[in-house]
């Protein structure tokens, strides 16, 4: 049951596809999260689980040839000045219509993944800044302008007026950045979704942007979904996980139950990939075997099975897993933790008798 009061995002049983000439894409199957308000999540995975569909699902800007087919995502507005919450079933919504260009942009920001693309050339970061706030707000052109300087001075810029008038080839790229997440936050959004925002960016300029996060994240209350493959980026910003694989969510807990506690075999294997400073030199790293099959072509039972070292022959490749609790604030997608069909399993005859 979802407490309104503290989730500003549910998404639930969310199935995506991609229609193409060669077939159905099926890039979400079954994603399930919710967002608290004030909290950061982060969500997880190799390239091709899912995470970036996931965000364009919640911004209703899927391509032409994407369609939500199942599932809901529910965004819970709250108005302060009747304490009121209301919630908005984003699908419903016409991905053009007035009520959802109202939301986007404004309540619901995104940066996206890449800073040196994200950015139109032939305009000014100004003009970029200009057009969010004054699409969503009821202000002058010199307001908006006055707007526009103080967001760039916000995200740390040095000489805002500057940059306001310099076009996106005339800043580096941790510059470039900062005017995304400038443009993302300068209408006030109650939710912003970065969808791997420091991916191009050096080790340096990666800290300052995630510290200039955290620390607006603070200022303003504002939640956050962190879409990353940096598990330790995880570590320093988010305060829940969700570990996605093959466009379901297969783990979802807090971060320090992911780190100490984690208990699907996928979320255990990312984290023996991570290189550890006290290793000895000789130290060889862990990989995940294989790669993430491809989404129009998904394996039988377990997705995870066929990289899994933990799968139960005659079981992970048979039964497709649910969603089981394990703990408070605790779930995961693994049949390990099914004791039915693992007690099956451990008494050969009444295992082949259920199949």
Same mark, same amino acid.
């Given at each position: 049951?979802?407490?309104?009061?503290?989730?500003?995002?549910?998404?639930?049983?969310?199935?995506? %596809?991609?229609?193409?000439?060669?077939?159905?894409?099926?890039?979400?199957?079954?994603?399930? @999260?919710? =967002?608290?308000?004030?909290? =950061?999540?982060?969500?997880?995975?190799?390239?091709? /689980?899912?995470?970036?569909?996931?965000?364009? /699902?919640?911004?209703?800007?899927?391509?032409?040839?994407?369609?939500?087919?199942?599932?809901?995502?529910? *965004?819970?507005?709250?108005?302060?000045?009747?304490?009121?919450?209301?919630?908005?079933?984003?699908?419903?919504?016409?991905?053009?219509?007035?009520?959802?260009?109202?939301?986007?942009? !404004?309540?619901?920001?995104?940066?996206?993944?890449?800073?040196?693309?994200?950015?139109?050339?032939?305009?000014?970061?100004?003009?970029?800044?200009?057009?969010?706030?004054?699409?969503?707000?009821?202000?002058?052109?010199?307001?908006?302008?006055?707007?526009?300087?103080?967001?760039?001075?916000?995200? !740390?810029?040095?000489?805002?007026?500057?940059?306001?008038?310099? *076009?996106?080839?005339?800043?580096?790229?941790?510059?470039?950045?900062?005017? $995304?997440?400038?443009?993302?936050?300068?209408? !006030?959004?109650?939710?912003?979704?970065?969808?791997?925002?420091?991916?191009?960016?050096?080790?340096?300029?990666?800290?300052?942007?995630?510290?200039? $996060?955290?620390?607006?994240?603070?200022?303003?209350?504002?939640?956050?979904? @962190?879409?990353? %493959?940096?598990?330790?980026?995880?570590?320093?910003?988010?305060?829940?996980?969700?570990?996605?694989?093959?466009?379901?969510?297969?783990?979802?807990?807090?971060?320090?139950?992911?780190? %100490?506690?984690?208990?699907?075999? *996928?979320?255990?294997?990312?984290?023996?990939?991570?290189?550890?400073?006290?290793?000895? !030199?000789?130290?060889?790293?862990?990989?995940?075997?294989?790669? =993430?099959?491809?989404?129009?072509? =998904?394996?039988?039972?377990?997705?995870?099975?066929?990289?899994?070292?933990?799968?139960?022959?005659?079981?992970?490749?048979?039964?497709?897993?649910?969603?089981?609790?394990?703990?408070?604030?605790?779930?995961?997608?693994?049949?390990?933790?099914?004791?039915?069909?693992?007690?099956?399993?451990?008494?050969?005859?009444?295992?082949?008798?259920?199949?």
């Amino acid at each position: 049951m979802v407490n309104n009061q503290n989730t500003i995002l549910q998404v639930e049983n969310l199935h995506t %596809h991609f229609f193409t000439e060669s077939g159905i894409i099926r890039a979400l199957r079954g994603v399930d @999260f919710s =967002v608290e308000r004030g909290k =950061v999540l982060g969500i997880v995975g190799e390239s091709g /689980c899912g995470k970036s569909v996931t965000a364009q /699902c919640i911004m209703n800007m899927l391509p032409s040839n994407g369609r939500v087919v199942e599932g809901k995502i529910t *965004y819970y507005r709250q108005d302060p000045a009747i304490n009121q919450i209301e919630a908005i079933d984003i699908n419903s919504l016409p991905p053009r219509g007035r009520a959802m260009r109202a939301i986007r942009g !404004n309540e619901i920001a995104m940066i996206f993944q890449e800073p040196m693309t994200s950015l139109d050339p032939v305009y000014t970061t100004g003009s970029q800044l200009m057009e969010a706030i004054t699409l969503h707000q009821n202000v002058t052109k010199q307001e908006g302008k006055e707007i526009a300087i103080d967001a760039l001075a916000k995200v !740390n810029l040095p000489e805002p007026a500057r940059i306001f008038d310099a *076009y996106p080839h005339q800043l580096s790229g941790g510059q470039r950045q900062r005017v $995304m997440i400038a443009i993302a936050l300068s209408c !006030n959004p109650t939710l912003l979704i970065a969808d791997e925002p420091t991916t191009a960016l050096d080790v340096t300029t990666q800290a300052q942007i995630l510290d200039l $996060m955290r620390a607006l994240q603070e200022e303003t209350h504002m939640s956050i979904i @962190f879409i990353t %493959h940096d598990l330790g980026v995880v570590a320093e910003m988010c305060d829940d996980v969700a570990v996605m694989y093959l466009g379901k969510a297969v783990e979802r807990t807090d971060v320090d139950t992911t780190f %100490h506690n984690p208990q699907h075999p *996928y979320t255990r294997a990312l984290l023996r990939s991570i290189p550890r400073l006290d290793a000895e !030199n000789q130290y060889r790293l862990d990989v995940i075997k294989g790669r =993430v099959p491809d989404p129009s072509v =998904v394996p039988s039972g377990c997705p995870f099975h066929p990289r899994c070292p933990e799968m139960v022959p005659g079981l992970c490749e048979v039964y497709t897993p649910e969603v089981i609790s394990i703990g408070d604030n605790h779930q995961v997608r693994c049949l390990l933790h099914d004791d039915k069909l693992m007690a099956q399993a451990t008494t050969p005859t009444a295992f082949a008798e259920s199949r």
